[in-house]
């Protein structure tokens, strides 16, 4: 079971995040209980005029959730789907609770203008928060292949990828790196770091979940065509770093361990296509 905002807002000096689709839809295809809360209290940064921290979420909506995910008769994935139905309800909650915050700590917040533009959209169900969800997604995907990013040590090409369960349920999800080999295709999920170690454990962690995905992938069809999936996690890191570090470094350890459990590869700042074990 996890908990995840609807959306966070950090404050006019901060970042402001919405739940997106594929969030949820993660969680779905991993087993795992989704329930979408919002943060009723915080307190002001001591470093920015307009921003707040130590977000808390509403414990007591908390609670009455907690008890109907432990009565609730069915598996995670038809739970999930019904509370996608909730979202625009749940927004306007988030957005009532941002505007005592803003009151009560004197701090400026992001647009609620925009905000409640998002949330109507959201109260339509959920179709349109799926539609809504993949659009941003692939207007992020657009800007991301035109622009030139050197952070990431990639040389295929990014692709999406539309995963439908026992169901019929679809999930939409964008790989950074495909590949093509024979009748193979690599899946890479890249996590980049400037520093001279290896990215750290929280983006490894976000791709072990990628992985985890694309272990799982059955009939898995590249323009109409048959093909065995390759799971790739690469890993990459600044100049100074060395191979020789890797032999002594924990994490890589644990997660070489996690690859041969589980059937996916892991690459250190080398082409993927050269690194697979025959």
């Given at each position: 079971m996890t908990i995840?905002?609807?959306?966070?807002?950090?404050?006019?000096?901060?970042?402001?995040?919405?739940?997106?689709?594929?969030?949820?839809?993660?969680?779905?295809?991993?087993?795992?209980?989704?329930?979408?809360?919002?943060?009723?209290?915080?307190?002001?940064?001591?470093?920015?005029?307009?921003?707040?921290?130590?977000?808390?979420?509403?414990?007591?909506?908390?609670?009455?959730?907690?008890?109907?995910?432990?009565?609730?008769?069915?598996?995670?994935?038809?739970?999930?789907?019904?509370?996608?139905?909730?979202?625009?309800?749940?927004?306007?909650?988030?957005?009532?609770?941002?505007?005592?915050?803003?009151?009560?700590?004197?701090?400026?917040?992001?647009?609620?203008?925009?905000?409640?533009?998002?949330?109507s959209e959201l109260m339509k169900g959920r179709d349109v928060f799926m539609a809504l969800?993949?659009?941003?997604?692939?207007?992020?995907?657009?800007?991301?292949?035109?622009?030139?990013?050197?952070?990431?040590?990639?040389?295929?090409?990014?692709?999406?990828?539309?995963?439908?369960?026992?169901?019929?349920?679809?999930?939409?999800?964008t790989v950074d790196e495909a590949t093509r080999l024979d009748s193979k295709v690599l899946l890479v999920e890249g996590k980049h770091t400037k520093e001279n170690r290896l990215p750290s454990r929280e983006d490894i962690k976000d791709g072990l979940l990628r992985m985890i995905v694309y272990t799982n992938l059955q009939n898995v069809l590249v323009d109409g065509k048959r093909m065995s999936v390759v799971p790739v996690l690469l890993l990459t890191t600044g100049p100074g770093f060395s191979s020789s570090d890797l032999s002594s470094d924990d994490t890589f350890g644990l997660v070489s361990e996690e690859a041969m459990a589980n059937r996916f590869q892991v690459s250190v700042n080398n082409p993927c296509s050269q690194s697979l074990d025959p």
């Amino acid at each position: 079971m996890t908990i995840i905002p609807i959306f966070k807002d950090e404050g006019a000096d901060g970042d402001r995040d919405f739940l997106q689709w594929d969030t949820v839809s993660l969680m779905s295809l991993l087993g795992v209980f989704v329930i979408i809360g919002y943060y009723a209290s915080a307190k002001r940064s001591s470093g920015y005029k307009n921003k707040i921290t130590e977000q808390r979420f509403d414990t007591d909506y908390l609670r009455s959730r907690l008890k109907e995910v432990t009565e609730y008769p069915s598996d995670p994935l038809r739970w999930n789907l019904s509370q996608m139905e909730k979202v625009g309800q749940i927004g306007q909650k988030a957005l009532s609770a941002y505007g005592a915050i803003s009151r009560a700590l004197k701090v400026q917040m992001h647009s609620a203008k925009s905000a409640q533009t998002r949330i109507s959209e959201l109260m339509k169900g959920r179709d349109v928060f799926m539609a809504l969800s993949r659009r941003l997604a692939e207007r992020a995907q657009g800007r991301e292949i035109v622009t030139v990013q050197p952070k990431e040590k990639l040389s295929g090409t990014k692709a999406a990828i539309t995963i439908q369960d026992k169901l019929g349920g679809k999930y939409f999800f964008t790989v950074d790196e495909a590949t093509r080999l024979d009748s193979k295709v690599l899946l890479v999920e890249g996590k980049h770091t400037k520093e001279n170690r290896l990215p750290s454990r929280e983006d490894i962690k976000d791709g072990l979940l990628r992985m985890i995905v694309y272990t799982n992938l059955q009939n898995v069809l590249v323009d109409g065509k048959r093909m065995s999936v390759v799971p790739v996690l690469l890993l990459t890191t600044g100049p100074g770093f060395s191979s020789s570090d890797l032999s002594s470094d924990d994490t890589f350890g644990l997660v070489s361990e996690e690859a041969m459990a589980n059937r996916f590869q892991v690459s250190v700042n080398n082409p993927c296509s050269q690194s697979l074990d025959p």
